[in-house]
T-cell receptor
Framework: DAKTTQPPSMDCAEGRAANLPCNHS???????VYWYRQIHSQGPQYIIH???NNETNEMASLIITEDRKSSTLILPHATLRDTAVYYC???????????FGKGTLLTVNP | EAQVTQNPRYLITVTGKKLTVTCSQN?????MSWYRQDPGLGLRQIYY???????DKGDVPEGYKVSRKEKRNFPLILESPSPNQTSLYFC???????????FGEGSWLTVV
């Protein structure tokens, strides 16, 4: 699996958009970008994934650059409950294994 | 409701006393796996299973066994637990496409 780089921590004001960056410069053509989050030692929760087009669901938007070397997860209106560690993962492996890095600790402040 | 259920959620045990952590999913998923999470090391895969009677080692399989006799269940067996297996364990499942992986709530295991 390709390696990803994320900032270790970020802060965001409640109600504002949270933009979490991820670099994955060695991503290969058949690998997807996945985002998961983990709230305080609970099981990781799937957020969104994409291949090359931008994606949006009820939780977030995913913007992938045209060269696919980086992406941004956008939480449009962050709430206190969005405080969590966010993991950016690239994977296309046949064993469905996700390699989790250290992620970004997003703290949403009142 | 889609669920991955692990039991027990919390356990303190002694070195060498065999234990089993059960995992069950209600989504008819083909793929299941076990992860452990340790401070500073993140989530690491222990074992995975692509379907019934098909299992394979992940990154840290030493000291663990698994079985997949039924599609819905994937127990994690510690035949002779040691203190270095003290950790937070997660079971996960997904369908054959693997696009969305569902995780259980975790099992805190302490071996003394």
């Amino acid at each position: 699996d390709a390696k990803t780089t994320q900032p270790p921590s970020m802060d965001c004001a409640e109600g504002r958009a949270a933009n979490l960056p991820c670099n994955h410069s060695t991503i290969s053509g058949n690998e997807y970008v996945y985002w998961y989050r983990q709230i305080h030692s609970q099981g990781p929760q799937y957020i969104i994934h994409g291949l090359k087009n931008n994606e949006t669901n009820e939780m977030a938007s995913l913007i992938i650059t045209e060269d696919r070397k980086s992406s941004t997860l956008i939480l449009p209106h962050a709430t206190l409950r969005d405080t969590a560690v966010y993991y950016c993962i690239v994977s296309g492996g046949s064993n469905y294994k996700l390699t989790f890095g250290k992620g970004t600790l997003l703290t949403v402040n009142p | 409701e889609a669920q991955v259920t692990q039991n027990p959620r919390y356990l303190i045990t002694v070195t060498g006393k065999k234990l089993t952590v059960t995992c069950s999913q209600n989504m008819n998923h083909e793929y299941m796996s076990w992860y452990r999470q340790d401070p500073g090391l993140g989530l690491r895969q222990i074992y995975y299973s692509m379907n019934v009677e098909v299992t394979d080692k992940g990154d840290v399989p030493e000291g663990y066994k698994v079985s997949r006799k039924e599609k819905r269940n994937f127990p994690l067996i510690l035949e002779s637990p040691s203190p270095n297996q003290t950790s937070l364990y997660f079971c996960a499942s997904s369908d054959y496409r693997g696009n969305t992986i569902y995780f259980g709530e975790g099992s805190w295991l302490t071996v003394v």
